[in-house]
């Protein structure tokens, strides 16, 4: 179940014209520029088919439950590939990995523009979602290749290419939706992979640090068992029922692997995910407060589509299409990408925990202001923007608290977790705030939608959600533990 890595010395692994290329100067701007292009893809793929959902039933002649598999498949595919890409990138070379979930992403988009059926289109949006792996590997080789005066902007500007990526990506996938053939979406997500491809090859220097001993391919099966199951109880338990058996099945099935996954990962020499490093205190409250920040973000996009798009009857509802809707989510991501540079210069003069926590403040007292402006377009665009500025600060900075306190041959790995972590965030966000807006309902002319009351409750709780996510960052340590692995030592 194991194989053997190559060599650590890397001169061993490294061709003639790699060695050669390596003894030049590093193209520091078009590394930095070609990995924040491919964490784009990754998110703006994640989020391709979301204007697709209304019609998905009608397209692939299925119903309306069988046809969310579109998009758990996707997420699911993410999570479990994530942190398993990470440790095989400690491996074997993190550029390596980055082409290998790029081509899987093209692969997928080429299925995906032959297919019209659903369990094609599910497969194909699986190996799309792998791609989501790129962001933390992304993260790990800037690390690897840049110095300290550069490495603090360039992280920040790479992880916060998930809001952007999204935020600008669906509007884009809003249009092509509503005025072109649906299937030009993944001839789009193809091109974007190629050129990815592109510039990984051509810019990215191959990996030389690399970890020494085995993939845990056993560990690898375990931990995408266990997350499959838990993260199906919690984006299905609404469609499914709470109490039903599949989701408890799902959900406690999920527990129990992922505890008997956590024993045997302690008890072998070369783990997948190293379970000591985890549960330093740094580290596993930076993952515990990701949770909190991911559900504070997804929830925006659950919230204030829903609230954009609901008709005016209701005295509710803001009665805007869905491209409009998506073109109000864009500041979303245009602000995170303009607080990059600045949540970089922050982490320098104050450290990431000082972001971190900054962050989830600014998303809370959004959340909490909005309660009180949900009556003009203005009002939702204001929310949202509010809430791309805390989670550009919090995303700069989570990467940087992870590599503080990992060792240089688990940054890919460690980075991996925490974007896990993040999903897990997102998918409970769904799961709550879809239960909420179908609990409270206003009818008119026949057509239900979300009443005040449950935005307000939406509201209220993904505020109270990052309030705990600030206890937990001031719960991380001001002066952590210096390790002398580390791979950014303080």
């Known amino acids: 179940m194991a194989t053997t890595p190559p060599d650590p010395d890397p001169e061993s692994w490294l061709s003639p014209a790699e060695r050669a290329r390596l003894s030049r100067p590093l193209p520091e701007g078009a590394i930095i520029g070609s990995l924040a292009f491919t964490g784009l893809v990754a998110a703006f793929m994640m989020t391709l088919v979301t204007p697709l959902i209304p019609a998905l039933p009608d397209l692939l002649g299925v119903s309306a439950t069988d046809a969310m598999w579109v998009l758990s498949s996707t997420l699911l595919a993410a999570a479990v590939a994530t942190p398993i890409a990470g440790r095989l990138g400690d491996l074997y070379g993190k550029r390596r990995m980055v ?12 299925l995906a523009i032959f297919s ?78 190629l050129i990815g491809i592109v510039l ?79 549960m330093r205190r740094s580290v596993l409250l930076t993952n515990l407060a990701s949770i909190t920040v991911g559900f504070a973000f997804f929830a925006s996009t659950v919230l204030l589509p829903q609230l954009l798009q609901s008709p005016t009857d209701t005295g509710v509802g803001l009665g805007q299409s869905m491209l409009i809707a998506s073109l109000c989510m864009m500041p979303s991501g245009l602000i995170m990408w303009a607080m990059s540079p600045v949540a970089a210069r922050l982490i320098e003069r104050a450290g990431p925990r000082v972001s971190l926590g900054l962050g989830i403040f600014i998303i809370a007292a959004g959340y909490f202001l909005t309660i009180g402006f949900m009556t003009e377009v203005w009002h939702a665009v204001l929310t949202a923007t509010a809430v791309g500025f805390g989670v550009g600060f919090a995303y700069a900075a989570m990467p940087t608290l992870i590599m503080g306190a990992v060792p240089a041959t688990e940054t890919a790995a460690s980075n991996g977790v925490n974007s896990v972590m993040r999903t897990l965030g997102s998918t409970s966000a769904s799961a709550v705030m879809g239960l909420v807006l179908a609990a ?34 001031l719960a991380i340590p001001r002066r952590p533990r210096s390790y002398r692995d580390a791979s950014l030592p303080g």
């Open 99 to 110: 082409l290998l979930l790029l081509g899987l992403m093209v692969i997928g988009s080429v």
């Open 116 to 193: 019209s059926t659903l369990i094609p289109l599910v497969i194909a949006r699986a190996l799309q979602g792998t791609a989501l792996g790129v962001v933390p590997l992304g993260v790990s080789i800037l690390r690897d290749v840049l110095g300290p005066d550069r490495l603090g902007k360039a992280v920040a500007l790479v992880s916060a290419t998930m809001g952007i990526g999204g935020a600008v990506g669906l509007p884009v996938a809003a249009a092509i939706s509503q005025f072109l053939s649906w299937h030009l979406l993944f001839v789009l997500a193809g091109l974007l992979g």
């Open 200 to 278: 990984v090859w051509k810019f990215v220097p191959v990996s030389t640090l690399r970890a020494t001993g085995t993939f845990d391919a056993l560990g690898a099966v375990g931990l995408g068992l266990g997350l499959v199951g838990i993260l199906l109880a919690v984006s299905k338990g609404n469609e499914w029922g709470w109490a039903s058996p599949l989701t408890l099945g799902c959900g406690i099935g999920g527990i129990l692997v992922i505890g008997l996954w956590t024993i045997y990962e302690l008890r072998i020499n070369s783990p997948l995910i190293d379970i000591r490093i985890s």
């Open 440 to 473: 409270n309902l206003v009818t008119s002319n026949g057509v239900s939608t979300p009443s005040a009351g449950a935005f307000h409750a939406g509201f209220i709780i993904s505020g109270v959600v990052a309030l705990a996510g600030l206890g937990l960052t």
